[in-house]
């Protein structure tokens, strides 16, 4: 654990989605993300691309699954927000292994009142869901707890959410 | 009762989504996976015959672009088709922008234009006035994009985009019938013939 604790937290799980075999990684931008969406982008195994919404790209993923392609959905929290029908119609009922990685905007410090009251809706969503969800706080936990979910929704056709908590991110701060 | 009538479609001839699909999937000879969108998309290409290629989408309105080109991606040697309506691509139009700028050669999305949201009880869309789903595609990145003038012209234009690199979108003005049945509703069923049907090569 050593060695992983050394590593900057983009660059463990970029590690863990190579080793578990994801080929494709879509996103929508965010702030937080950038330092592993740029690893992505310029990973030539990992077919990168950049989606208009967080539903667009929770299909592609869906379709390329179906085709034998392991893909990733990346977004913020805000993004989240727009995707319950579609998880609900078209993830769950479907039974899609769809991993989602979300960076956890409105809390911890969060400067703007709009995202606190977004990340409030996530976690009931995802509960009312059934939806297997881990909040991602330390880098020494990263590792196993991405590797172990992945692993786990890909065996049991289930989707999985990570939720990168600001306390391994370091998150978002209001600079004046 | 027709109100598909707006100038963009010149002299284009109404045809019907049942027809329409028919044609399509006599003409899909190398195990092309064809997903529909919601509604009245999947259950005329249900009751169009039940290939293990085929996908059938239950909800997720607007998505069946967005499946059907991650499916095209995962596997670039099969051609693959989106059955849409023309209310379900309004909802995620820039879908259009994604594929427009990936240009995924192995696509063809076909738009069932009825000019309104039929299943929910013929509310007139965007292109029951002013939009042209053609002009959108062709101005978002999808150069080979037409309308069918009639059902030859369809026929003709099906046989070339399966044939030649895409991506390709091709809008067809239909009338304003509901499907001729409807799908069986079991998605995991759905799925797993699904991906057994797409197992194997193209
Ligand atoms: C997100 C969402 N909004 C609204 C609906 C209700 N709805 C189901 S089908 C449909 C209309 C689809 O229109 P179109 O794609 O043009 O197909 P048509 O019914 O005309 O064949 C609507 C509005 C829905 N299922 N999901």
């Known amino acids: ?176 | 009762m027709d109100t598909n009538t707006t100038a963009h479609h010149g002299n284009r001839k109404v045809m019907n989504r049942f027809d329409v699909t028919q044609r399509l999937v006599a003409r899909l000879h190398k195990n092309e996976a064809v997903i529909g969108g919601i509604g009245n998309t999947n259950f005329d290409l249900w009751m169009a015959g039940q290939r293990p290629q085929n996908f059938y989408m239950l909800g997720s309105m607007g998505l069946a672009c967005p499946i059907a080109l991650g499916v095209a991606l995962a596997q670039p040697g099969r051609g693959v088709v989106a059955l849409e309506g023309d209310g379900s691509l309004l909802m995620q139009l820039s879908c259009l922008a994604t594929i427009g700028t990936l240009k995924p050669k192995n696509l063809l999305i076909l738009v069932m234009d009825n000019a309104c949201y039929q299943i929910t009880g013929s509310q007139p869309t965007a292109t029951a006035s002013n939009v042209d789903l053609v002009g959108v595609a062709r101005a978002s990145g999808l150069e080979s994009s037409h309308w069918a003038a009639d059902e030859p012209s369809f026929e003709h234009l099906v046989e070339r985009c399966l044939a030649e690199p895409g991506p390709h979108l091709i809008a067809v003005r239909i009338d304003g019938k509901s499907a001729t049945g409807s799908t069986e509703r079991d998605p995991v069923a759905i799925r797993q013939r699904f991906m057994r049907g797409i197992s194997t090569a193209a």
């Open chain 1, 1 to 176: 654990m050593d060695a992983a604790a050394s590593r900057p937290w983009h660059v463990v799980l970029h590690a863990v989605l190579k080793s578990n075999k994801v080929r494709l990684f879509t996103y929508v931008p965010d702030r937080v993300l950038t330092p592993l969406i740029k690893i992505a982008h310029d990973d030539p195994d990992l077919l990168t691309l950049v989606a208009t919404r967080e539903e667009e790209a929770l299909g592609i993923v869906t379709g390329a699954y179906m085709g034998g392609m392991l893909g990733v959905v990346a977004m913020q929290t805000s993004g989240f927000a727009t995707i319950p029908n579609a998880l609900a119609s078209l993830a769950v009922p479907y039974q899609i292994p769809l991993l989602m990685i979300v960076s956890e905007r409105g809390t911890l410090g969060e400067f703007n009142l709009g995202q606190a009251m977004v990340c409030r809706t996530m976690r009931p969503v995802l509960d009312a869901l059934g939806i297997e969800t881990h909040t991602i706080t330390r880098l020494d936990e990263l590792e196993f707890i991405a590797d172990r979910s992945i692993q786990q929704a890909v065996m049991t056709q289930a989707p999985v959410a990570l939720i990168l908590s600001p306390l391994l991110t370091g998150g978002k701060v209001f600079r004046s």
